[in-house]
């Protein structure tokens, strides 16, 4: 069961994030807050899966929310995916620094926001290629600040696996790339998180762009 914890300052938004959710069999809503710091309190209470956080609310925002959440040791399984009315906008790029796994546009189709939520809980890909390359055309642009040393302790597989994850591919993806198994993919992803200090695929992406292993 996959267990959610939604953080958005409009009722209206939440109780239909709340009746879609409720409605499938393998996914709950265990809380529902209105400002970041009562959802991060949420998150310490409850460990969801999946903590579903608007990006600009009154108080404590998403992104300071997203902070909290993902500098807790005791908070490490839980996956913060960004809700965002505006897309692309500067509050996602620092959300997506402060820890979160992933964005979503609130007008996404119902089944696409499923298949996402069910993409972050098992901590796969959350952001689309396209969306990568704009993302990382928008905000990582210019002389980058110079990090290789980091990439000195990854393995040439490993090192691999990472480039093509910040590509946006999924594990099956770069499976298929690099001729291995996805469980194969995924440990050399897993390794690299662990060397690199990254929390997820998301930061490695970002990790991946600002050490130079990926050029815009």
Not at 62 to 71: H, K, L, P
Request: a negative charge; hydrophobic letters at 50%; proline letters at 5%.
């Amino acid at each position: 069961m996959i267990r959610v914890l939604l953080v958005d300052d409009q009722p209206l938004i939440r109780s239909g994030f709340r009746a879609l959710l409720d409605a499938e069999d393998d996914i709950e809503v265990v809380a529902e807050a209105g400002d970041g710091a009562a959802g991060v309190a949420l998150a310490r209470e409850h460990r969801p899966d999946i903590a579903l956080v608007d990006v600009q609310m009154p108080g404590v925002d998403g992104i300071e929310a997203t902070r909290r959440i993902a500098g807790d040791p005791a908070l490490a399984a839980v996956h913060v995916v960004i809700l965002t009315n505006y897309g692309l906008d500067e509050y996602v790029f620092h959300a997506l620094r402060a820890g979160a796994a992933g964005f979503l546009v609130k007008d996404i189709l119902p089944e696409d926001f499923l298949h996402a939520i069910r993409v972050a809980a098992r901590g796969d890909a959350l952001l689309a290629p396209s969306i990568t390359r704009k993302l990382i055309d928008r905000y990582v642009t210019g002389p980058l600040p110079s990090n290789e040393a980091a990439l000195t302790r990854l393995t040439n597989r490993e090192r691999e696996a990472v480039a093509l994850a910040a590509q946006g591919l999924s594990n099956d993806e770069i499976a298929a790339r690099m001729v291995i198994s996805p469980v194969t993919a995924k440990t050399h992803l897993n390794r690299a998180m662990t060397k690199l200090h990254a929390r997820d695929r998301a930061q490695l992406v970002v990790i991946a762009y600002e050490s130079g292993l990926v050029r815009p």
